[in-house]
């Protein structure tokens, strides 16, 4: 098992640049894939970005060339590093471990693109 803690979110201007982070209560080398997922009112979550243990990502069309993952082992912490930020960036951001064949899900952090 894992919990999973969000921080970062909040109101930016359009073009404008948040960094979201999410701590893990227990290693990050031994999970499997750790994701950022978002849903917009009205909308289905979407996967938006993932970072699998060997290194591999995966990057949403919409999100492609604005925004990075990155982790740091030594905090148990991943980052999602949001640039360019579109209003149609808005929602709720979600931190999701893939243990095995099991999901945790963080409680998610609002961001609000807006002028």
């Known amino acids: 098992q894992v919990q999973l803690v969000e921080s970062g979110g909040g109101l930016v201007q359009p073009g404008g640049s948040l960094r979201l982070s999410c701590a893990a209560s227990?290693?990050?080398?031994?999970?499997?894939?750790m994701r950022w997922y978002r849903q917009a009112p009205g909308k289905q979550r979407e996967l938006v970005t993932a970072l699998d243990r060997s290194g591999t990502t995966y990057f949403a069309d919409s999100v492609k060339g604005r925004f990075t993952i990155s982790s740091d082992s030594a905090k148990n912490t991943v980052y999602l590093q949001m640039d360019s930020l579109k209003p149609e960036d808005t929602a709720v951001y979600y931190c999701?471990?893939?243990?095995?064949?099991?999901?945790?899900w963080g409680q998610g952090t609002q961001v609000t693109v807006s002028s």
């Open positions: 227990r290693s990050i080398v031994t999970i499997t894939s």
């Open positions: 999701n471990a893939l243990i095995l064949v099991n999901n945790y």
